[in-house]
């Protein structure tokens, strides 16, 4: 089967051959249909990285396993650098609770259906020992995954992923997250705990740091040591810390939601000032209102630039009236210039910057957008804003 979701099984019913779908016994509650595919995301404390080889996810009544994608691009979500960028008080022991922050991995196909159980199988490098995490999925939990919230700025959106924190001694920590809120569940044990899956010569590759994880690890000892910390004996208070940007995202715990997933211990709100009403000051033959509402197509470009923006910079957005007509217009207007595709985007951001006039060093660190994009997009705001 590998990485494909197991095809559902025919069988005999009442002497006839009888198709059935592949939720038919499935205990799990009804499905959303908005509900977007779950996603498996790993995070470590920055100085004690970890080799993850796969996870993936097991339903045992709809008879499916679904994996996700590598997560060898870990070491730059978790380096000090990168959290550092989000959270300026992280101090390199504890995990940093951030979806910039945080490897989320994709399904290879996937499903939007809930498993069971979710497992990783991951190698800690400071000691080279195996382990294998197992997340069994309580009726609590799906509950909570399968009700429909609200961003705050009113668009749905579902707690979609789990969120895992790999320690050095094999322990993990679970959340789900998702809304813009990371539920704490608690602290797993190992499932399994092999001393080394390592040969002797894998062994001696790891010690002289000739694979990326163990030259990661050796790179992270060193600015650990350049920062005036040691790593061992390993200081578990720090470890244990968990940092966030409060503010910017809620954090809870299962006992917070009842038993149907809703949430009865609610924090309370800071009262944020009314947003500015766009005044359209940069772009002058901007219509207000367009004639009729118009939606981007969700297999358009213009749609998946705007995603990426809900996702990454919902504050620049969220103020914008008619949102997907002034995307489209505004994307015309670059391809009428002839600008390629890296240009139009970079277009398209001066054109919202200009209208809302959101703070151009926040959306650099939020989009992570290069020195010459950065003064791409400079260049267009002074031209539209002249």
Request: aromatic letters at 14%.
């Given at each position: 089967m590998n990485n494909m979701i197991r095809q559902c099984k025919r069988v005999l019913l009442l002497l006839t051959l009888v198709s059935l779908p592949c939720a038919a016994f499935s205990k799990v509650p009804e499905v959303p249909k908005d509900k977007p595919k779950w996603r498996?995301?790993?995070?470590?404390?920055?100085?004690?990285?970890?080799?993850?080889?796969?996870?993936?996810?097991?339903?045992?009544?709809?008879?499916?396993?679904?994996?996700?994608?590598?997560?060898?691009?870990?070491?730059?979500?978790?380096?000090?650098?990168n959290i550092h960028t989000w959270i300026s008080n992280y101090d390199g022991f504890g995990i940093a609770l951030d979806t910039l922050t945080i490897l989320s991995s994709v399904q290879m196909g996937g499903t939007n259906h809930l498993p069971d159980s979710v497992y990783i199988h991951w190698t800690s490098m400071h000691?080279?020992?195996?382990?294998?995490?197992?997340?069994?999925?309580?009726?609590?939990?799906?509950?909570i995954m399968l009700k429909k919230k609200e961003w705050s700025w009113g668009r749905?959106?579902?707690?979609?992923?789990?969120?895992?924190?790999?320690?050095?001694?094999?322990?993990?920590?679970?959340?789900?997250?998702?809304?813009?809120?990371?539920?704490?569940?608690?602290?797993?044990?190992?499932?399994?705990?092999?001393?080394?899956?390592?040969?002797?010569q894998d062994k001696k590759l790891y010690a002289e740091g000739k694979t990326v994880s163990s030259s990661v690890f050796i790179n992270r000892q060193k600015q650990a040591n350049e920062l005036g910390e040691s790593l061992f004996p390993i200081p578990w208070d720090k470890v244990h810390k968990v940092y966030w940007q409060e503010g910017d995202i809620d954090v809870y715990s299962l006992d917070d939601y009842n038993a149907q997933g809703d949430l009865i211990n609610p924090r309370p709100k800071p009262i944020t000032p009314k947003p500015k009403s766009i005044t359209y000051r940069c772009w002058q033959n901007k219509p207000p209102v367009p004639n009729s509402q118009f939606k981007l197509e969700s297999s358009s470009p213009q749609f998946t630039f705007l995603q990426l923006?809900?996702?990454?910079?919902?504050?620049?957005?969220?103020?914008?009236?008619?949102?997907?007509?002034?995307?489209?217009?505004?994307?015309?207007?670059?391809?009428?210039?002839?600008?390629?595709?890296?240009?139009?985007?970079?277009?398209?951001?001066?054109?919202?910057v200009g209208?809302?006039?959101?703070?151009?060093d926040k959306l650099y660190k939020e989009l992570k957008?290069?020195?010459?994009?950065?003064?791409?997009?400079?260049?267009y705001v002074d031209q539209m804003c002249q």
């Open positions: 498996i995301g790993v995070t470590t404390p920055s100085f004690y990285n970890v080799d993850v080889e796969k996870a993936y996810a097991i339903n045992e009544d709809e008879d499916w396993t679904s994996y996700v994608f590598s997560y060898s691009q870990l070491p730059n979500k978790n380096s000090l650098k000691d080279l020992k195996f382990y294998v995490t197992k997340f069994n999925l309580s009726p609590q939990i799906k509950n749905p959106c579902y707690v979609n992923d789990f969120m895992f924190g790999l320690l050095p001694n094999g322990h993990a920590k679970v959340w789900l997250s998702g809304c813009d809120t990371f539920i704490y569940i608690g602290e797993l044990k190992p499932f399994k705990d092999i001393k080394t899956k390592l040969n002797l923006l809900w996702e990454y910079s919902p504050h620049l957005v969220n103020p914008v009236d008619n949102l997907d007509s002034t995307i489209n217009d505004a994307w015309k207007e670059a391809k009428q210039q002839g600008l390629d595709e890296d240009h139009t985007q970079a277009w398209v951001l001066g054109r919202l209208l809302t006039d959101y703070p151009l957008v290069s020195e010459q994009g950065q003064a791409l997009i400079k260049q």
